[in-house]
């Protein structure tokens, strides 16, 4: 079991939480995730580390609420435990070298942008922040990347509330034909990374960005993450989640996440009715 | 042995095979002449002593039987029932020759049950020597893993395996399924280790939660013996193949045995529940894959193999069993691709096959014929076509050796090219069977005893 040490509400269904894992702790870098069971009858859930203390010895982690398991755990306070924490997982998102970049987080991918941004800004990258949500009240971590040593933070909303309006791919653009960006990367829902690296192509600008297939195990061991790769068939837990952005199939992508669409509503329709939150 | 109805059975997850009555296997012990020259023995990879403990169960004295199953099999629950009997002890028994050998097998699960259900005090747990102040690790709770770690344990080492995954049992657990080799056999089988005194850690990944280096250097272990198994799945790279409905059988049976996808929604992992499901391949892996869809309320299984019956891997009894239950054989055809609407499986194109010359294995090499393809409709395709070995943790010990197919080198005695670190099972061999890989454990933990003592 794996005590629940910190938790915090972002927005009406982001919510950070932190749990004392010592071991993993030690090895976190940015861009890698963990796979979460929150009890005995949980399935294997991947999120990605949002923050960590190796002398402390706990991780941290942003969820968004969108089905069953994700409502279960926020409904976990601190005291409380999960039944399983495994990590890290995946290839660390490669942060040496960069010289300027900007660095995209729409929606929860803030949460995974967060570290990645710190990260090659404390590699010694120029790093420009583009934070996109649907409105003010959905925008999180706004005020944590403020604070880091960023060349600028750039704040979209869809509908004006915080920040410009508009969407994320707009000052992606501005960067990429001005020429003031040699590489990109964006962390989001697969529609969102998918315009970005289109919106890049155009002029060249390398792109990554990290994918979220379903995912059993997280090992290696199921395939249940493949993803296309340059026509390729790659496994996101153990050759992933950063990929080139130029050379994924976001289509098969989408595709794939849906798959599980009406068991994931019958699911959380189920837990929803005897729950007490009534969310 | 009784075994219950094929309709009754295929529509639940409980025990296919009933196993034998006391007075059944008496009688079947009975049958064996205790010969002088026990030809058996020598069948068994692990060597067990069976013309002894057959001799017990004569007898009436069944402790003692398990205590002789004990001796060489840690798990003779687990054996007894999934072990290629027939191509090993029992076609080594001098009664094979006039088609009826001694059943081995039944009567190992028979001995293994009536020790699990002892209550824990009267079971029989091995002696264990006096500590010996040595630390080991071993990586992987698969049937290398646990026959390694029982083994050290029972040379007064002291003992903690890691497994990535939230359960203990590797393939035994997440694999091999509940009608076939019940998890509570599996449990009980591990919790006898524990007795032992062996610890096991779930959810460490060892490359990513610690290196091997690390085990050693920081934490103060003597010796590390790797079971890691073969796990990554193949795919055929067919198109079509990453539309949704088609997995590896590692997903599907993970998803249904770990995770509990048959109990969905009480269970929070889904799985499709095809109804029309077409299984590739022709081991017990393609059957177990096959004879689950079944039970989770398929209307028609096909099983797609490019030979014919003859070749195939799997047990008879098992190509028996899927039959029976209503598993349909298309013999001699291939996928060659899969097809769909709106992302989802629609169908599967298999061309036809015919048998040419014998290749390398000696069996006779499928040949596709021009333009022979047909499609089976269906909306689940599971891909049981074999597994490599997975690279994660190879990645992480960069100086350890490894086959031009990543499999880790050990010698005969599990020895690999970094000094204490030992070897053995799947990720050695390739997928092979669960007593070799527990024999490969078993022999490596000699050789580690061997080595931790010659180094005092
Ligand atoms: C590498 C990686 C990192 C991720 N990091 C984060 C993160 O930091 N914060 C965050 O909020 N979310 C993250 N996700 C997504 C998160 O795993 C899913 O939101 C979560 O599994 C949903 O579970 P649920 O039962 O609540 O929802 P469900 O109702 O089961 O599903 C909602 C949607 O989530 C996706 N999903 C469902 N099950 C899985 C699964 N087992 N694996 C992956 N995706 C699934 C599907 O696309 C589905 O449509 C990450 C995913 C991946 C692959
Ligand atoms: C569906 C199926 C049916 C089968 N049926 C039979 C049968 O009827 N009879 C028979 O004899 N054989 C059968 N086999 C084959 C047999 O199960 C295997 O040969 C045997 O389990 C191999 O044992 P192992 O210990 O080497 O590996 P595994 O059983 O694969 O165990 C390896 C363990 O190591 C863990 N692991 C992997 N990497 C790491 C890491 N980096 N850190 C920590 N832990 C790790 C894995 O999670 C796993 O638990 C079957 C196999 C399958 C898949
Ligand atoms: S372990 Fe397997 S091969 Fe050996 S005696 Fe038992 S059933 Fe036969
Ligand atoms: S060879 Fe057959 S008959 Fe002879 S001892 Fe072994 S099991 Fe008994
Ligand atoms: S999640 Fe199973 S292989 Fe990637």
């Not at chain 1, 969407?167 to 034909?177: F, G, I, M, N, S």
């Not at chain 2, 295929?10 to 009975?30: K, P, S, W």
Request: glycine residues 10%.
């Amino acid at each position: 079991m794996f005590e629940v040490v910190h938790k915090r509400q972002l927005s009406d269904a982001v919510f950070e939480m932190g749990v004392a894992a010592p071991r993993i702790a030690r090895k976190v870098a940015a861009g890698q995730f963990l796979m979460l069971r929150v009890d005995e009858d949980g399935e294997r859930i991947p999120l990605t580390f949002s923050d960590w203390s190796a002398e402390e010895g706990w991780v941290r982690f942003i969820f968004m609420r969108v089905g069953k398991s994700t409502h279960k755990l926020s409904h976990l306070e601190v005291g409380d435990a999960v039944a399983d924490v495994v990590g890290p997982l995946g290839v660390p998102t490669h942060t040496e070298d960069l010289g300027r970049v900007a660095v995209v987080g729409g929606g929860v991918g803030a949460a995974v942008a967060y570290p990645v941004a710190r990260a090659m800004a404390e590699a010694g990258a120029e790093v420009t922040v583009i934070l996109g949500a649907r409105n003010a009240e959905l925008l999180i971590l706004a005020d944590e990347f403020a604070a880091l040593p960023l060349a600028e933070l750039i704040v979209m909303t869809d509908d004006g509330s915080a920040g410009e309006k508009g969407l994320v791919t707009a000052p992606l653009k501005r960067l990429a034909e001005s020429g003031s960006i040699d590489h990109a990367m964006a962390i989001g829902p697969a529609i969102m990374m998918k315009f970005c690296a289109e919106t890049t192509r155009a002029f060249r600008v390398p792109t990554t960005v990290s994918l979220n297939p379903i995912m059993v195990d997280g090992t290696g061991m199921c395939g249940a993450c493949r993803v296309s790769v340059a026509g390729e068939t790659r496994f996101g837990c153990v050759d992933g989640p950063d990929f080139d952005g130029h050379a994924v199939d976001f289509e098969e992508l989408m595709s794939r996440q849906r798959v599980y669409a009406e068991e994931e509503r019958e699911a959380d329709a189920e837990y929803s009715r005897g729950c007490a939150c009534h969310l | 042995m009784p075994e219950r109805a094929a309709r009754e059975r295929a529509a639940d997850f409980d025990e296919v095979a009933l196993g034998y009555t006391e007075e059944q296997a008496r009688a079947e012990a009975m049958r064996c002449l205790q010969c002088k020259n026990a030809t058996c023995i020598p069948g068994c990879p692990v060597n067990i002593d069976i013309k002894s403990f057959i001799g017990h169960i004569i007898d009436g004295d069944y402790a003692a039987g398990v205590a002789v199953l004990k001796e060489r099999n840690a798990l003779p629950a687990v054996c007894g029932r999934v072990c290629p009997q027939e191509e090993q002890c029992e076609i080594a028994c001098v009664l094979a020759k006039k088609g009826e050998p001694v059943a081995i097998g039944r009567l190992e699960r028979w001995l293994g049950d009536f020790d699990l259900a002892c209550e824990l005090e009267k079971r029989c747990v091995p002696e264990v020597a006096p500590a010996s102040g040595f630390r080991c690790a071993v990586v992987g709770s698969g049937p290398a893993g646990l026959a390694c770690a029982g083994e050290l344990a029972r040379l007064g080492h002291s003992v903690t395996v890691f497994e990535s995954l939230h359960a203990p049992g590797g393939v035994l657990t997440y694999g091999i399924p509940e009608f076939r080799l019940p998890k509570a056999i599996v449990e009980s089988e591990i919790l006898m280790l524990t007795e032992m005194g062996v610890e096991i850690v779930t959810d460490a990944v060892i490359g990513a939660t610690y290196t091997i280096d690390e085990l050693m250097a920081e934490e103060g272990f003597d010796a590390v013996f790797v079971g890691s198994g073969a796990g990554l799945p193949i795919f055929m790279g067919v198109p079509g193949e990453n539309l949704n409905g088609v997995y590896s059988a590692n997903e599907f049976l993970t998803r249904v045995n770990l995770m509990r996808a048959y109990e969905f929604p009480h269970a929070d992992t889904p799985v499709a529940r095809g109804r029309k499901v077409a299984v590739v391949g022709g081991g017990n892996v393609a059957m177990d894959a096959a004879r689950t869809a079944l039970r989770l309320g398929a209307e028609e299984v096909f099983l797609v193999y490019r030979r014919t019956e003859d070749e195939m891997p799997a047990r008879r009894e098992e190509v028996h069993h899927a039959r029976e239950e209503g598993v349909e054989f298309k013999m001699l055809c291939s996928p060659s691709e899969i097809v769909g609407k709106d992302g989802f499986v629609t169908g599967l194109v298999a061309t036809r096959m015919e048998l040419g010359e014998p290749d390398a294995s000696g069996r006779r090499a499928p040949v596709c014929v021009l333009g022979s393809e047909f499609e089976i409709e269906c909306d689940t395709v599971i891909m049981a076509v074999g597994t490599r070995a997975n690279p994660l943790l190879a990645k992480a010990a960069p100086d350890l050796e490894l086959s031009s197919r990543g499999y880790i080198l050990a010698d005969d005695d599990g020895a690999t090219s970094l000094p204490g670190v030992f070897a053995g099972g799947d990720i050695v061999t390739g997928a092979a069977t669960v007593i070799q890989a527990m024999g490969a454990g078993k022999i490596s933990a000699r050789a580690m005893d061997r080595y931790l003592r010659e180094r005092r």
